[in-house]
């Protein structure tokens, strides 16, 4: 554990922002588009891009924000 992180200072870290988890998931579901279309591309099977969705807006959905 850190030094001076917020468990050390007896506080719970504050929650993301909406518009913080909003611009998380919009990453995440480009990040899966990108690597849908490059899927399907290199397999000729176009279902990779709604698995590569599928995979973006979990992931940007189940990820925490970065700290602002």
């Known amino acids: 554990m850190s030094k001076g992180s ?8 504050e929650p993301p922002s909406p518009q ?4 998380q998931i919009i990453v ?9 279309v ?5 397999t000729q099977f176009w279902l990779w891009l709604p698995a590569g969705l599928a ?3 979990a ?8 700290a602002e």
């Open 59 to 66: 992931t940007g959905a189940i990820m925490k924000p970065p």
């Open 6 to 13: 917020d468990r050390d200072r007896g506080r719970a870290p």
């Open 38 to 42: 490059v899927l399907g591309a290199l």
């Open 55 to 57: 995979l973006g807006l």
């Open 20 to 23: 913080a988890r909003r611009k």
């Open 28 to 36: 995440g579901i480009v990040m899966g588009a990108i690597v849908g």
